[in-house]
Structure formats: C-alpha cells, structure tokens
DNA sequence: CTCCTGAGGA
DNA sequence: TCCTCAGGAG
C-alpha cells in the first residue's frame, strides 16, 4: 500500500519522512496479529453501531463489553428502544455512568423511527442533528455502519497520530491532525483502517505516558468523590429503586444539604433525566 | 473558549 | 492517582 502524508510546509514539527511511509503499514502489521474482536464489529447493522458508539463515550471497552449484550438483548432494534420508558434504558444503563447519554440515545432512536422510517441516515452531516452525536461518534457511525471514506477524530485516533506525527510538541491541535487524518485514510477500506487505527491507538495507551495530554484538547477530569455527578448518579439509582421521592427524602437519603439538591434536581428535571410528580420526582 | 456530565478498573 | 472509541451548554 502506498501512502502518501504531506505536511502543511509552515509546522514547526515537519513529517519525518520514514516514518510516513511506514506508517500504515505499522498500523495494519499491528492490526493483523491484535485485532480486537468486539461484538459491534461482528454482525454490523446501524442500530448496533449507534449503541456502541453512544456507551463508548467516555466508557471504556472492557465496561461496555459487559453491558453492550444486555442492551441489545433487551432492546433489540430502534422500534424496541424508541417504544420503551425511559425508566426502562435508564436501568439498562446502570453501571455505564453519564446517564444522560442514555436518554440521547433514547430520543435518537424515536427520531429515527419516527422522522427517517426506522433508517439511520449514512451522512455525518446529518447524524450530528441527533441529540448526543457529534464530530466524532458521527465520523464513526458512518465508517463503522456505512464503511464510507471520511474523516474524524476521537481520542485513540489522536493518540496514534500525535505519537507518530508529533513527536516534539506539546498543544497539539485537532486542527492540525485532520489534514493527516485525511492524508493517510484508506479509500477503499475506511471500516478497517479506522478499527486498525483505534485498535493501535488503544495499544500506546497501555504501554506508553498517554500521548494524548500532549494534545491542546485534553482535559484532566475532575474529581469524582463529592461532586454534583456523583449525586445526580445517586438520585437516579434512588428513583430506580423506589419510584417516587420527596426532595427532602432524596437529600436526607443522599446526606446532602437541601440547597444544594435542589439545584442538582433543577438540572436533573431540564435534561429531562427526572419528572416532577405532585411533591415528589420520578424518572419520567 | 471553559466547564459540566458517572462509574469503575488499573 | 490515572483514564475512558465526547457532547453540549454557556
């Protein structure tokens, strides 16, 4: 395979030429001995790339191999999940964390079937006016569903282009990786060249200090233990578990003070993660 | 642009 | 402590 990689003549951190020309043929050597065999990539339809991207937001792989079965056994196709409470998914997400990624993909999937026929579109452009994906998870779908040549960033596709390309900088925008993105992507093969690149990319995540804080994007997060999170994470697994609650049960449940709780339900209720019922919440 | 959003395993 | 196949609000 001839791969050609052209950087704009102005960057301070020039291509090194060897390593552009090997470059793919790295990825894909790596890619044939470690292929990662993940259920998303076996029995591809849309529905299931749309779930699996949806979780893998900020989940890693291992946690969402555990669920993503779960799901799909229980909501088996967007008629299931576009047809099921809320409250339903929500329980079915347990365990994944950012809950309201798990509505996103619920008013995705009633979108789909209600304003496209039950059909995911194949184009990012109009995938990204779904609530919930963006940039990335739609460059994905559309090379993972539709195996269709275009061009996208995430974090493991960042990782392996900094590594590679960017030896000797820091602040390494996504801007500046695109155009290499572009370059090297495989035409005839984007499904492939993108599961190589992620799969490689997963690998320097393991075995190296993570290229990615390199990268002008990256962001330490913030501490879990006693932040807003953990309590909104706590008042949906108290909902779960007992239906309707008081605002007063819900703080004096979760040992937090009244003020504080109910600017997290105030929040809760806009995202449409809980409903008011009469003096009391309830998952919608 | 900054900041927020869960949960869990290494 | 570190990170996770980001998106959206402001």
């Not at 925008?173 to 799969?199: H, S």
């Not at 003070?257 to 339900?265: D, N, P, S, W």
Request: proline share 5%; hydrophobic share 40%.
């Amino acid at each position: 395979m001839k791969v050609l990689v052209r950087a704009p003549a102005a960057q301070e951190t020039t291509v090194k030429k060897r390593e552009a020309e090997g470059f793919a043929g790295t990825i894909l050597d790596h890619y044939a001995g470690h292929k990662r065999k993940l259920p998303w990539r076996e029995d591809i339809t849309p529905y299931r790339i749309l779930v699996s991207e949806f979780m893998l937001q900020q989940t890693q792989v291992e946690r969402v191999l555990v669920k993503f079965p779960l799901f799909l056994q229980r909501f088996p196709d967007f008629s299931a999940l576009a047809g099921a409470a809320l409250k339903d998914v929500l329980a079915s997400w347990q365990g994944l964390g950012y809950n309201r990624r798990a509505v996103n993909l619920w008013k995705t999937a009633m979108s789909v079937v209600k304003e496209h026929r039950g059909q995911l579109p194949a184009g990012a452009d109009e995938l990204v006016r779904f609530p919930g994906i963006g940039f990335s998870t739609a460059g994905a779908i559309v090379a993972f569903a539709f195996d269709k040549p275009v061009v996208f960033i995430e974090t493991n596709i960042r990782r392996v282009f900094i590594h590679f390309f960017f030896q000797d900088r820091t602040g390494v925008k996504d801007r500046e990786i695109l155009p290499l993105v572009e370059a090297t992507l495989d035409r005839e093969n984007p499904r492939q060249w993108y599961y190589a690149l992620m799969d490689y990319g997963a690998m320097l995540g393991r075995s190296l200090p993570n290229p990615n804080r390199r990268s002008a994007h990256y962001a330490r997060q913030a501490p879990f233990e006693g932040s807003d999170r953990q309590v909104r994470g706590g008042v949906i697994r108290a909902l779960l578990g007992k239906g309707t609650l008081t605002k007063k049960t819900i703080s004096s449940t979760l040992g937090v003070e009244a003020g504080r709780m109910a600017r997290i339900l105030s929040g809760l209720e806009k995202e449409g993660l809980i409903a008011r019922n009469g003096n009391g919440y309830q998952l919608p």
